[in-house]
């Protein structure tokens, strides 16, 4: 079992509703790729801020913020317990923690004015003004690297430095654990799961948002599962090679998640070793803690 299975499972035990905290489950359409619950899963338990948008609609964080406080303050409003379930750290902490937006940081004129440049260019840019985002973001996410650009050209300061200052007071009464196993472990299952995903239909799905002819600037086209492709598909690489380096992106993307948890207050439950039921006793004994 992997961390969705688990907390499906979980929120069945205690009743719960499932609140994504995956920034790429929101697009309609990426299914496969993003390991979305599945319809028959969704009937089990209810799940919410999944398929939000389509794959060429902007979505960011304040976005996610606002939906998802608002999907918990339903859920509270009639008695049942939210299960916040991913991995994108950022969202994780917005919700959980009084995480506020840097004000008075657009400017139209400003953005016309990056809009000239190439990505590259602003990437080199943000490197000099901001190097702690520089080292968060992908050099190819266009849009948050020419938000954070943006951010250090209206304001003077950093919007690394501006979130860092932010206060980590605790919105909720909440318990956050993080799953992980050894590495060697956590790889391996990473490379079966790209190769389960390819016999899904992984290819296809990968195939249809690249026929969108989005461009680099949509989030959705610099998800892990699908960008790997797009040299395939123009004829630059093998689909060997391919998967090879989605199995890569993944396992590295893994080991940024697991440095982000490092940093926030989670339990940790290394699942190596340990059976179903003992995983799911351990997870009962946390889940209690905020429950009692």
């Known amino acids: 079992m992997g961390k969705s299975a688990f907390a499906l499972a979980l929120a069945q035990e205690l009743g719960a509703e499932i609140v994504s905290a995956d920034s790429m489950q929101v697009y309609r359409k990426l299914n496969i790729g993003t390991a979305k619950p599945s319809p028959e899963e969704q009937q089990l338990v209810p799940h919410h801020l999944i398929d939000l948008v389509e794959p ?27 299960l916040l379930t991913g991995g994108t750290g950022l969202y994780v902490r917005a919700v959980l923690e009084d995480y506020l937006f840097p004000q008075k940081s657009a400017d139209k004129n400003v953005r016309a004015q990056l809009e000239s440049f190439t990505t590259e260019q602003l990437y080199a840019r943000l490197e000099e003004v901001d190097p ?23 304001t003077g300061k950093p919007i690394s430095q501006q979130q860092a200052q932010m206060s ?22 990473i490379n079966k799961r790209v190769d389960l995903m390819m016999e899904q239909g992984l290819l296809a799905e990968a195939k249809m948002l690249y026929e969108l002819k989005l461009d680099d600037s949509h989030t959705a086209m610099q998800a892990i599962g699908y960008k790997e492709f797009f040299p395939y598909f123009r004829g630059e690489c093998t689909l060997e090679e391919a998967v090879s380096i989605l199995k890569r992106n993944t396992r590295r993307y893994a080991k940024r998640q697991l440095s982000w948890f490092r940093q926030e207050d989670v339990v940790w439950l290394n699942l190596t070793g340990l059976s179903g039921e003992e995983v799911m006793r351990q997870l009962k004994e946390l889940a209690a803690q905020i429950l009692f």
Request: proline fraction near 3%.
């Open 56 to 82: 060429w609609e902007n979505f960011d964080l304040a976005k996610y913020q606002q939906l998802a406080l608002s999907a918990i303050g339903d859920i509270h409003s009639r008695g049942k317990l939210p």
């Open 132 to 154: 702690d985002s520089a080292l968060r973001l992908h050099p190819n996410d266009r849009r948050r690297i020419e938000r954070a650009v943006e951010v250090f050209l209206v």
């Open 168 to 189: 980590r007071k605790k919105r909720y009464r909440s318990l956050a654990f993080c799953l992980t196993r050894e590495r060697s472990e956590l790889y391996e299952r």
